[in-house]
């Protein structure tokens, strides 16, 4: 009679833990999985709830330090040291035809070097602003560095518009750009490309003047992006359903009822 050593028995033991533990992750047999889009297939469009900065991501799961490496830093105070959930929902999901990543990942790259133009190279006009006097004259003076921070940090509007611009040189249709072999190229790369943008809010859309023909709007589902962003949405859309009272509203109540 052979008798196991105590390391035999130590391996056996781990190996069938191992088996147990990674049962449930063998596909059984004639089961289908659901296939994964292709890489540059999806563009997810994060917006932070209070400054309004944007950030792009591949993947569904906003990652700490590629999402950081997007936000330039313009003053004290303008790039945060970590990621927070709490404050960073969906703005949008770009989903373009299966087999066009490609597309995805051109579309991806024009829209981080257009937002980085947007808070790098703005013009100084922009960062002026008109100051009245008390004896009724005014004058042009620059915004401090903390306003200027933070106007260069609200990239949600301008994020939108290339949004549109981008998906309007992937084919026929309003909002393209380019012109001559260089807009010819571009259509012969994306040619007549459907693309699905789905927004949290739909009124965001408004932000572009225009867009494509080629787009599709639809409104995002809550709980497709991740719960882990549902209190920060619903508490955005609370706050933009209570509209403020009107001063002549406020005007016309007794005291009391302001107070209720």
């Known amino acids: 009679m052979s008798v196991r050593s105590t390391t035999d028995m130590i391996r056996h033991l781990v190996l069938t833990a191992h088996k147990v533990r990674h049962a449930s992750t ?24 209070q400054t309004k900065q944007v ?89 401090t560095r903390r306003e200027r921070g933070r106007k260069l940090m609200d990239q949600k509007a301008n994020s939108v518009a290339d949004m549109a611009v981008v998906l309007g040189t992937l084919g026929d249709g309003e909002g393209e750009v380019g012109e001559g072999e260089e807009q010819a190229q571009v259509q012969k790369e994306g040619g007549d490309v459907v693309v699905e943008v789905r927004w949290k809010d739909l009124v965001d859309a408004e932000y572009a003047e225009t867009w494509p023909v080629s787009v599709i709007h639809d409104v995002l589902d809550g709980g497709s992006v991740g719960n882990a962003y549902g209190d920060a949405v619903r508490t955005a859309e609370e706050s933009r359903a209570s509209k403020p009272m009107l001063v002549e509203d406020a005007a016309k109540k007794k005291p009391e009822q302001l107070m209720a």
Request: proline residues 9%; glycine residues 6%.
């Open 55 to 143: 950030v792009y991501s591949l993947t569904k799961t906003l990652h700490n330090n590629a999402a950081l490496r997007q936000l330039p830093f313009n003053g004290k105070k303008t790039v945060p040291r970590a990621i927070r959930k709490d404050l960073w929902y969906p703005l949008a999901t770009i989903s373009f035809p299966p087999g066009r990543g490609a597309l995805g990942l051109s579309a991806f790259q024009k829209l981080r070097e257009l937002r980085r133009l947007h808070e790098t190279a703005w013009d100084p006009v922009d960062m002026m602003e008109e100051v009245e006097y008390k004896d009724g004259s005014s004058r042009m003076q620059p915004l």
């Open 26 to 49: 063998v596909p059984l047999p004639g089961a289908s999985r659901k296939a994964k889009p292709e890489h540059g297939q999806q563009i997810f469009v994060y917006n932070h709830l």
